[in-house]
Nanobody
Framework: QVRVVESGGRLVQPGESLRLSCTVS????????LKWFRQTPGNEREWVAT???????NFDDSVKGRFTSSRDWARNTAHLQMNSLKPDDTAVYYC??????WGRGTQVTVSS
């Protein structure tokens, strides 16, 4: 059974940083890419980043240069490091594997 769990979301002020985590079980994490998405009320879920199995990553233009990623293969966990956060980054952030398994999301709120 595949399980995806996001964590790390909270309220932060503009300009601050935050690290989200995505822990996956039930797949071979070492060879499984994963994706981050985010969603705001009334809008569709939008792609944020793809983290390849080797740790390399691609980011949406809206976060490129501010967000980075890493993988902890020993803990089956991928991290999304979010820097210079803006109010527009406020959303529920979701992790996805194999294009069909989703976590429940973690809320990120950027507000002064």
């Amino acid at each position: 059974q595949v399980r995806v769990v996001e964590s790390g979301g909270r309220l932060v002020q503009p300009g601050e940083s935050l690290r989200l985590s995505c822990t996956v079980s039930g797949v071979n994490f070492k060879i499984t890419p994963l994706k981050w998405f985010r969603q705001t009320p009334g809008n569709e879920r939008e792609w944020v980043a793809t983290i390849a199995a080797d740790g390399s990553a691609n980011f949406d233009d809206s976060v490129k240069g501010r967000f980075t990623s890493s993988r902890d293969w020993a803990r089956n966990t991928a991290h999304l490091q979010m820097n210079s956060l803006k109010p527009d980054d406020t959303a529920v952030y979701y992790c996805n594997v194999r294009d069909r398994f989703w976590g429940r999301g973690t809320q990120v709120t950027v507000s002064s």
